[in-house]
């Protein structure tokens, strides 16, 4: 986990991918948010349950352990239904009505500006 000085502005991005999740890491580190990192959905969980102040989760949808990032969104709308749910994949593409309500999906690679600027938008 890396913490910025935001407190208010916490991200948690969730990739089995070290190198994605280190780059989106320190680029919302960079931009004044709070980061935690998880490679896996159990990781993001116990995160999620011990930071209540992470209120917005990035995820990837192909990842090990025991649920990918799609049944991870559910589990956070379900949980914790203020965060804001960004689902990214390379692999698949998804429709609105496999994701959670207000889930926004992403096809990588993909651009963190504007991850960025649909995060303030929607904050």
Known sequence: MREANSPNRSILVVDDEPLIRINLADFFEDEGFSVFEA???????????TNPS?????????????????KLAHHVRDRFPPTLLVVASGAVKL?????????????????????????????
Request: charged share 35%.
């Open 95 to 123: 429709s609105a009505d496999e994701l959670p309500d207000r889930t926004m999906f992403l096809s990588k690679p993909f651009d963190p500006r504007f991850v960025l600027d649909e995060i303030r938008r929607l904050s």
């Open 39 to 49: 490679e896996d959905a159990d990781t993001a969980i116990a995160i999620l349950e």
């Open 54 to 70: 992470v209120r917005i989760v990035l995820t990837d949808v192909r990842m090990p352990g025991s649920m990918d990032g799609v």
